[in-house]
């Protein structure tokens, strides 16, 4: 089904390496976003993007990085600087105004070994 | 700083039981509350919004919740449990004037059939 991809689903890295996890939406949606999910934490956000070539950190944005070089896509970079990036990761949309609803993707679980 | 509180980390049920999931969050302006569901395996997916108007809102697979603004909650209910409610549900709230969600640490809910 369309909607969000997030791929890969599962992802190995080994300690020390940067790492890309890809977010795509075909929803036409202006915004966009990516969380972190750990156990018994809930859903904290990584960074945002309201449009194209803008985007802004959330409450846990150290050690990641992310670009909005096209509407529908909003990579994030998990870099050797993020002290504990073995997560779930989750990307998520949001229509224009700032009432809608949010869809989410899949996620990625990422592991470092 | 605005936060999320959901009470219950771990619940379990029988089925047929009644449902209450607890939900106050602490902000002084105007908010869109939200409850979101994320059943095994599958994406995390609305259940059911409060945006204005009557505070007793419906969702989906009979769930529904209550804003009270005064006690600042969003408590989430069922009448009756099935064992297909197994899934873990977030509360989360939107703060009017931003794009930004704030999500509570979830609950883990197990049904007993």
């Known amino acids: 089904d369309g909607g969000i991809t997030q791929s890969p689903k599962y992802l190995f890295r080994k300690e020390g390496q940067n790492v890309t996890l890809s977010c795509e939406q075909n929803l036409n949606h202006d915004a966009m976003y990516w969380y972190r999910q750990d156990p018994g934490q809930g859903l904290r956000l990584i960074y945002y993007?309201?449009?194209?070539?803008?985007?802004q950190k959330g409450d846990i944005a150290e050690g990641y990085s992310v670009s909005r070089e096209k509407k529908e896509s909003f990579p994030l970079t998990v870099t050797s600087a993020q002290k504990n990036p073995t997560a779930f990761y989750l990307c998520?949309?949001?229509?224009?105004?700032?009432?809608?609803?949010?869809?989410f993707g899949p996620g990625t679980r990422l592991t470092v070994l | 700083a605005q936060s999320v509180s959901q009470h219950n980390h771990h619940v379990i049920l029988s089925e047929a039981a009644s449902l209450e999931l607890g939900c106050n969050y602490s902000y002084g302006g105007t908010v869109n509350l939200f409850w979101y569901v994320q059943y095994p395996g599958q994406h995390l997916q609305l259940l059911l919004k409060y945006f204005s108007g009557d505070p007793l809102v419906k969702g989906i697979k009979g769930f529904e919740a209550e804003f009270i603004k005064s006690k600042f909650s969003f408590n989430l209910r069922k009448p009756s449990v099935q064992w297909s409610d197994t899934a873990e549900y977030f509360c989360?709230?939107?703060?009017?004037?931003?794009?930004?969600?704030?999500f509570g640490t979830g609950t883990r809910l197990k049904v007993l059939a």
């Open positions: 989360a709230v939107s703060l009017l004037g931003t794009y930004k969600y704030i």
């Open positions: 993007s309201q449009i194209v070539n803008d985007f």
């Open positions: 998520a949309t949001q229509a224009r105004g700032r009432t809608d609803t949010q869809y």
